[in-house]
């Protein structure tokens, strides 16, 4: 892995812009990924509003340095303090439901967001915003902060999950009852797990709308986000370090090679998720693994 | 306020509606604890098959659920016996997210066949009206949808205590284990419950298509009404269905009535929210079913 | 259902897999991943995936981290030289490199609300091309030759991420020399921002000029079209000549699109100020489905003329409950929607006619192209000639975007960026839509008259120009027809 990071480091060097911009997208759509995996593979939180954070994210880095100045890499770490702090509010309510009411009720979270800033004028109601101090960004710089953001977002994975908060979320899945008597308090470990993912989101999402700067509420608010991350996880492989990895690495090659025909593109991934979940719920991480045995990060669930 | 009376005389037809596009969802999710996140689109497709019978052959939208529903019926049966009925011995998270894969393969399967361009089923039904008073006006498709939620929940009740298999169903629902020392093979009575509510989404869509515009990516935002109704009303309740679909199509009419244009589908959010919060199981539910 | 924790709160390995037949617990799975009990379905909960149990090491483990290294060299290295393999080695000889032709890239809306808009793309811009292509092409002087010019059109599905998307595919990866783009702020505000971020330049068009300036300053993007300050003159010169017939009670549907925001604010701005009263009920979203309220609030408050900027399926909505709910204004101005005879169609029965819109271009303009000479006329009795189809006001404007185009490449006699930039600045051509003159904001106006859609002798509906206010080389050809017809 270190390898790995060590050579993708000196890509934008020898390679040219586009594939910087690929590398990017795949940094940023792993790091996503992955706090969706600590939420959906590992805590039992199947969350279908992941966007909420994604698009608070990405406004807080708009509205903060056009309207404030702030330069732009300090906006990443606030937008992500921002989607933490709204996932806190949020957690109030949602954590009183479980399972698919909670998925549906996360949704209508990031809807209703999508609604509240349409109608705001400070945001530029529905026709966004343009966020015209990341014209200065160069791709490079993009793909540094991408390259850091991604590595950042596996090692606090990995970090969360290891610590004692991770293993009794992992015991909190297979029998809350037994992690309660065992002295796990599981809804401050879901909290935990569910604050990480919002923040981890907030800030990829922040670098995602300083490349693209362009932001408008229904796209930055929309289900669109959840779906790709939900497939990247679930063809890569749910409940597994590595399987984000090589969902986003899929993810970006199929988007690039259906570029000219988008919705055959996500057509094909819809298909390939729900033989996945079908055929191999584990994915392609948990193919490999059965297969060969190889496993990069030993750290899974089930 | 003659305004205001508009506003919730048109929320109640609108409810109507919503209860038909809500009582797919509401079986399934009652019968086999599945939010089938699919169901909007669904109805979408069945807007679509409307929109091609139409232009194809010319036949009007209402004669073609003739063929629509059977057809609805087939593929929910099918979905539900090949794909989910295997999905839902692995848990409750993975039929949600198969469901998910499948709403996206059904909506690109129409943005690739169809364009993203918006359609409609015009009728002559589209633009005529029925009038109440001198400031109540009532258009027709409205009227169209109530009558046809109202006489889906009338339909499928009857079914549900009057014949074997709604008894069937009925029991699987219930008691899963139950049922089987029984004799009666529940998942192919899922995979029944999964066509009817296929079929009631074909009627809906129908409709749908009648009253409002719609394009491919259309199906989200009806499920998330359809799911709205559920909750409001509590799952596997008929009359909780119709009486959710009312609530929230008043809360939408009547809060954008009052709040603004851009806050209509908030209102019906926020009204969903705090039930969700409040009572979970809906005002009429906890009960399985009627 | 599992083994117990002794109240343990670190886990060590309980169980590897397989599992055996004989000591199979309810909800094991077997190999496969069939399971061995056909499990309740509802009441169970034995976490997010299935039932295996899990198999986490602890840190305490030493040897993990040494095997995890091993693993981690060998696997990845095998993996990132595979991987490195395969990257193309790019980067510095770009500008030198052996090229044939020029390549425009031309976003634009094929498909999805905005596709009336783009519906004369491939054939406006082909047929400009085609005319300098049959003259030799561009002489660019660091080939010291001519070198023909291609167009690759892109379908943005009037979405403006997957504008902003395809923008930057065809900047990074096409390398695309110039940028053409219209149609709406949706379309040409994304893709001008992506022009400015990469250093493209970029011509626009067909967007109000004040929705686009709001993504500027630009220094590589350049825009042609009329502000929305002389679009409400427009208007206004329109309700003007039959204002002792309403009693100047106006009322808006604004979406909350950067067009509904500004033409909201200016309409208000300068109708008060002339004495009409505005009705706003505040912005709302694409795809409503229920105008009431709004058309319960313009009747309370006596609305006569109805004005806006809708898109086009949002207003066939709208018109068909108007007349569903007995609402007959006198005076109908839709700005966006009913710009289309498909638009109007849609319509149904007799609900376009004396509709009134805004006319940036017709055939009756009398403007000629720059590179064959001939009229606006002649260019639409071609579009019907091979189309079949009634002209739209678009195809003079995307003519006219590669008009700008060729005429740019042709003194710029290069294809380095800065050079085709300092040209497109110097731009002050006569085209098809009339004079393109960029002043120092980057953006040139242009004509703007008033139309109205009565029905039609040759197609079902057609759009006569009723008011030429200010611009009286455009001849008017009918007289307006007030009030509305029922």
């Keep these: 892995m270190i390898l790995c990071v060590a050579v993708s480091a000196t890509l934008p060097f020898w390679a040219s812009r586009y ?44 509205v903060l340095s056009v309207y404030y100045g702030v330069p732009i890499w300090f906006c990443l770490p606030i937008a992500g303090v921002v989607a933490g702090m709204f996932g806190l509010v949020i957690s109030g309510p949602l954590f009183r439901m479980r399972g698919e009411y909670f998925a549906v009720a996360s949704w209508i979270v990031s809807e209703s967001l999508s609604i509240l800033f349409s109608n705001w004028a400070y945001v530029g109601y529905g026709s966004g915003m343009f966020i015209k101090p990341a014209y200065s960004l160069s791709l490079t710089q993009m793909y540094y902060a991408g390259l850091c953001v991604a590595v950042a977002a596996v090692i606090t994975v990995c970090g969360v999950l290891t610590s004692k908060t991770g293993l009794g979320l992992m015991a909190a899945c297979d029998n809350e009852t037994a992690a309660g008597i065992a002295g796990v308090d599981v809804t401050r470990c879901r909290l935990y797990s569910f604050l990480v993912s919002a923040l981890l989101t907030g800030v990829a999402a922040g670098l995602l709308y300083s490349y693209q700067v362009f932001i408008q509420p229904y796209k930055a608010f929309g289900i669109e986000w959840t779906v790709r991350i939900v497939f990247i996880v679930v063809i ?22 259906f570029s000219d025909y988008p919705s055959a593109g996500l057509l094909l991934m819809g298909l390939t998720a729900m033989l996945c979940m079908l055929l191999a719920p584990r994915g392609i991480a948990g193919l490999i693994r059965e297969k060969t045995g190889l496993e990069l990060f030993p750290i899974r669930y089930g | 306020m003659p305004e205001l009376f508009q506003s919730v005389v048109n929320g109640v037809l609108l409810g109507g509606l919503y209860a038909s596009i809500a009582i797919g969802l509401s079986i399934v999710f009652g019968v086999m604890r599945l939010v089938n996140l699919a169901h909007g689109d669904l109805l979408i497709l069945a807007g679509y098959a409307g929109l091609l019978l139409a232009t194809c052959f010319g036949i009007s939208p209402l004669a073609g659920l003739v063929v629509i529903v059977p ?3 087939i593929a929910g049966f099918g979905l539900q016996k090949h794909l989910f009925n295997r999905t839902m011995r692995q848990g409750p998270e993975p039929p949600l997210l198969t469901a998910l894969g499948l709403s996206i393969v059904i909506q690109n399967t129409l943005l690739v066949l169809f364009t993203p361009d918006a359609r409609f089923l015009s009728t002559d039904l589209s633009v005529q009206t029925v009038r109440i008073t001198d400031s109540v006006v009532v258009s027709a498709v409205y009227l169209l949808g109530f009558l046809s939620g109202l006489g889906i929940i009338i339909l499928l009740h009857a079914f549900l ?3 074997a298999l709604g008894i069937a169903i009925r029991a699987s629902s219930d008691d899963e284990q139950t049922a089987r020392l029984m004799g009666i093979d529940t998942y192919e009575t899922y995979a029944y419950a999964a066509g009817i509510a296929a079929a009631t989404a074909g009627v809906a869509g129908i409709v749908m298509g009648m009253t409002f515009t719609f394009y491919p990516s259309s199906g989200p935002q009806y499920l998330i009404i359809a799911f709205g109704v559920v909750v409001i009303g509590g799952m596997g309740s008929m009359l909780g269905t119709l009486t959710g679909g009312i609530l929230l199509g008043l809360a939408q009419l009547v809060g954008g009535n009052l709040l603004g244009p851009g806050y209509q589908l908030l ?11 409040m009572r979970p199981q809906g005002i009429f539910g906890g009960k399985v079913h009627d | 259902m599992h083994q117990p924790d002794n109240g343990m709160l670190m886990r060590t390995v309980t169980r590897t897999r397989p599992v055996s037949p004989n000591s199979a617990q309810p909800f094991d799975l077997d190999n496969a991943g069939n399971p061995l009990h056909p499990p309740i379905t509802r009441h169970h909960k034995p976490g997010p995936w299935g039932h295996d149990m899990p198999q986490k090491r602890t840190s305490a483990d030493k040897s993990w981290y040494t095997r995890r290294e091993f693993l981690k060299h060998s696997g990845a290295a095998a993996l990132t030289a595979g991987v490195g393999s395969m990257l193309p080695v790019e980067g510095f000889a770009r500008a030198t490199k052996k090229r044939d032709h020029i390549l425009i890239g031309h976003p634009n809306p094929s498909t999805g609300p905005l596709a009336d808009f783009g519906e004369a793309t ?33 379908d943005t ?8 998307e395809v923008a930057s595919k065809l900047i990074l990866n096409d390398e695309v020399d110039l940028m053409v783009v219209l149609h709406t702020p949706d379309t040409v505000n994304p893709v001008s921002a992506m022009c400015e971020r990469f250093q493209t330049p970029c011509i626009s068009l067909d967007a109000p000029v004040e929705a686009w300036l709001t993504g500027g300053p630009y220094e590589w993007c350049y825009h042609a079209f009329w502000t929305v300050d002389s679009l409400t003159d427009v208007y206004m010169g329109m309700w003007d000549s039959c204002a002792d017939g309403t009693n100047k009670t106006v009322g808006g549907f604004w979406p909350n699109d950067a067009d509904g925001k500004e033409w909201s604010e200016v309409l208000t701005r300068k109708l008060s100020a002339r004495g009409y009263k505005v009705v706003d ?31 086009p399926p949002d207003w066939a909505v709208a018109w068909r409950q108007c007349r569903r709910q007995d609402f007959a204004p006198k005076m109908v101005t839709m700005g966006k929607a009913i710009l289309f005879p498909q638009a109007i169609a849609s319509l149904g029965g007799n609900l376009p006619s004396g509709l009134t819109c805004e006319v940036w271009w017709s055939p009756y303009h009398p403007y000629t192209s720059s590179l064959t000479g001939e009229t606006a006329l002649d260019l639409c009795n071609a579009w019907t000639r091979e189309t079949g189809k009634q002209w739209t006001q678009p195809i003079g404007f995307k003519y006219a975007g590669f008009e700008i185009a060729v005429d740019v490449l042709r003194r710029a006699q290069s294809v380095d960026r800065r050079a085709i930039l300092t040209a497109l600045g110097q731009t002050d051509l006569d085209t098809i839509v009339g004079r393109i003159s960029y002043n120092n904001r980057h953006y040139a106006e242009t004509v703007l008259v008033g139309g109205q859609w009565a029905k039609g002798k040759t197609w079902p509906w057609e759009l006569n120009i009723i008011s030429n206010a200010g611009q009286r080389k455009i001849p008017v050809t009918s007289g307006l027809v007030f009030p509305l017809p029922r």
């Design chain 2, 161 to 163: 205590r009057g014949t």
């Design chain 1, 19 to 62: 594939w910087s911009l690929l590398f990017l997208m795949f940094f940023l759509y792993l790091a996503l990924a992955q706090a969706w995996n600590l939420l959906g593979g590992y805590s039992g939180l199947v969350s279908l509003g992941q966007q909420s954070f994604i698009g608070l994210g990405g406004y807080t880095v708009a």
């Design chain 1, 236 to 257: 890569g492989g749910i409940g597994s370090i590595e399987g984000p990895i090589i969902g986003a690495a899929i993810l970006v090659c199929l988007q690039q090679y």
């Design chain 2, 71 to 73: 057809l609805l019926f």
């Design chain 3, 122 to 154: 491939p054939w406006a811009g082909q047929r400009a091309v085609a005319a300098i292509n049959a003259q030799g092409g561009i002489y660019v002087k660091e080939l010291a030759a001519n070198i023909p010019v291609k167009v690759k059109v892109v």
């Design chain 3, 157 to 164: 599905e009037s979405d403006p991420t997957r504008a902003a």
């Design chain 2, 267 to 277: 209102c019906g959010y926020a009204v969903l929210f705090a039930v969700l919060i």
């Design chain 3, 281 to 311: 009920p505040g912005r709302f979203p694409y795809f409503t489905k229920d105008y009431g309220a709004f058309i319960d609030l313009f009747k309370r408050e006596g609305v006569e003329i109805v004005t806006g900027v809708m898109i």
